[in-house]
């Protein structure tokens, strides 16, 4: 017994300082895997795991590298500058937040086909909470059972190819709208010049046409039915233009608050105090969002209602029968929609999709302006498929080869989302032999993408002979749609744009009638050209920070039309 308790001492005395070390090492271990699991840049500690990170800028602690964005400057293009020093895989904290850049074809091929999945979630955005309703939209919302049911509407329904093709006489409407407007304002102008009132410019701001023309059209395709009357006012009934008036105020609103830089998308800790006063902001905006929708969504279901159509029948009916908010009311069983989702959608399709066409259009109009005998060549291709008794329709595009690749040229110099929309993983994987942690941020530089030396030929030059087939290069087989890693102007994978189709239509068509209907030429006076050497007044391609990137200045011109009169004004 006694030599028991000897025994029970002895192990008592090495058991007691054991367990003091033990218990030290594992609150250490604890302390140093809390810290890791914490850690936000600069942290000593992370040294060792920083070894196996894609290089980057060195981050400074909480702010990381937000210090190296210029508000004045696009970010693509500092992204892009970084990546000459760092390379094509390239990680900046953006904030507390790990942010992946990828730069070059390469990589980007690398990324989408070993990681498209894990990457198809998306960062948490103050944007997604308020304007995307609670992330119930398909741009907000995480990868998942919710989201793919959504897609799958979107594919199937919304932005089928079916849908897209008998929407074209809504886009046809819009198009010739804008013409027509295009016009007046030339014919005013001239007039008022005749009469000595408003000096001898006849200018015309475009960008703001253009992107009336983006809205309106998205407006259309909403609610006109893609079989309507070809008249312009009897395809639009659902909604009055005071109604569209106010929708479009709270589109662009929300454009301009999800442009805006918010601290707490980067540094949570920011999220609880909105001292720059962005949240109160949107909660506003998406309660009058909120509003002006779902009275739109009841009026469609009290017209249904009145016309005794009840889900089931709107579910018999094809397609072309049904505008957008009646196929949203007829989803049915799983996939009935609640009214929030239905409301972020309506302003998924419009906030998506109206200002990457009109900004595409815009900068398509404005390299042409560069390049007067690309400007001529496409001219003469209208005059000779379309002539010029009658406007340009949408089945002209297919015999407009140099149309097409003037478009495609300037998708590629111009992608309207230079950065796409961020893409996020929620699980640890590796990417070109470095570790990228879990809940990184992912940027594909689609702007970057598209000048990369090593898929372009004189990659900064607008060639849109480059896609042609008597052009010897190996451009000319190019797709966009993301089969060919070096033109992804709508980025490719399960998060693809799904109204890519649409998008390039409404540019092709836009683009097509206003080269057909109109000649056009820079005011002497334009305040953002420079002059050549040739004395031509150059236009600045500089670019306007922003999600969706437009021209830094509005695109003023000279207008003069080129098709008689009474060839605009067939309704
Ligand atoms: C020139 C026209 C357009 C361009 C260049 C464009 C480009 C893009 C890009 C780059 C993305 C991000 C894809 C990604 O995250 O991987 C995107 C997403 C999206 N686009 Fe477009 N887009 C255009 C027109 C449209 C149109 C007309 C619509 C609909 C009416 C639309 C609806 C959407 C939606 C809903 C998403 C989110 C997809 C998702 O998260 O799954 N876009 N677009």
């Known amino acids: 017994m006694e030599s028991q308790l000897v025994l029970i001492s002895d192990l008592q005395l090495i058991l007691v300082p054991l367990s003091i070390v033990v218990m030290v090492l594992v609150s250490w271990y604890f302390m140093k895997w809390t810290r890791l699991a914490a850690a936000g840049p600069g942290e000593k500690k992370l040294k060792k795991l920083q070894q196996l990170l894609p290089p980057g800028p060195k981050p400074w602690p909480i702010f990381g590298s937000l210090f190296l964005m210029d508000p004045q400057e696009a970010a693509h ?29 390469a990589m980007a091929e690398s990324f989408f086909k070993n990681h498209d999945q894990t990457f198809a979630h998306r960062p948490y955005m103050l944007a997604g909470k308020h304007l995307g309703f609670q992330f119930s939209n398909v741009v907000f919302s995480s990868y998942g059972p919710y989201y793919s049911r959504l897609r799958k509407i979107y594919t199937l329904e919304l932005l089928s190819p079916k849908r897209v093709s008998l929407s074209q006489g809504l886009r046809q409407i819009e198009v010739r709208l804008l013409l027509q407007s295009v016009l007046k304002d030339s014919l005013d102008l001239q007039s008022c010049s005749a009469a000595g009132t408003s000096g001898n410019v006849s200018v015309i701001n475009m960008s703001s046409k253009l992107q009336t023309m983006g809205i309106d059209n998205l407006v259309r395709m909403i609610f006109a039915r893609p079989n309507s009357s070809k008249s312009t006012a009897a395809s639009l009934e659902l909604i009055t233009s005071e109604e569209r008036d106010e929708l479009k105020a ?7 608050l999800a442009g805006m830089f918010y601290i707490g998308d980067f540094i949570p800790i920011f999220r609880f105090l909105d ?9 506003e905006l998406s309660q009058s969002m909120r509003r ?18 009840g889900s089931t029948e ?4 094809s397609a072309s029968k049904l505008n957008i908010v009646e196929v949203l009311l007829a989803q049915d069983g799983d996939d009935k929609l609640s009214d929030d989702a239905m409301t972020a959608v309506i302003f998924d399709f419009i906030i998506a999709g109206s200002d990457t066409t009109s900004v595409s259009t815009e900068w398509t109009l404005a390299e042409l302006l560069n390049h ?7 001219q003469k291709e209208l005059d000779t498929v379309v002539g010029r008794e009658r406007l340009v329709e949408e089945a002209d595009i297919v015999k407009l080869p140099f149309l097409q690749a003037t478009v495609k040229e300037s998708f590629r110099l111009h992608p309207p989302a230079p950065l796409g929309i961020p893409h996020a993983c929620k699980e640890a994987c590796r990417l070109g032999g470095y570790d990228i942690p879990a809940n990184t941020t992912a940027m594909i530089n689609i702007w970057a993408i598209g000048r990369d030396p090593s898929h372009w ?16 290069s190996a451009s000319k087989n190019v797709t966009m749609f993301g089969k060919d890693f070096q033109l992804l102007p709508f980025l490719t994978g399960r998060r693809q744009c799904p109204g890519a189709q649409l998008g390039l239509a409404v ?5 097509a009638s206003l080269l057909h209907s109109f000649d056009w030429s820079l005011p002497s006076s334009a305040s953002d050209s420079t002059t050549t050497h040739h004395h031509q007044p150059l236009l600045s391609m500089k670019e306007k920070p922003g999600l969706v990137t437009p021209r830094a200045t509005d695109l003023n011109l000279i207008v003069t039309p080129r098709l008689p009169i009474s060839v605009y004004m067939i309704d």
């Open 314 to 317: 709107i579910h018999g009916s």
């Open 275 to 283: 001292f720059q006063g962005i949240e109160t902001q949107m909660k």
């Open 507 to 511: 540019v092709q068509l836009a683009v």
């Open 372 to 378: 007067p005998q690309d400007l001529q060549r496409a």
């Open 292 to 309: 002006i929708v779902m009275h739109l969504i009841e009026k469609q279901r009290r017209q249904l209602l009145q016309g005794g159509i």
């Open 457 to 472: 030929e004189n990659p900064h030059l607008f060639s849109p002979q480059r896609f042609l087939d008597d052009d010897s």
């Open 250 to 256: 709270v589109v662009k609103r929300a454009v301009e």
């Open 77 to 105: 293009l500092t992204f892009g500058r970084l990546a000459e020093k760092y390379g094509p895989l390239m990680l900046m904290w953006m904030g507390s937040s790990p942010t992946l850049l990828i730069s070059n074809a």
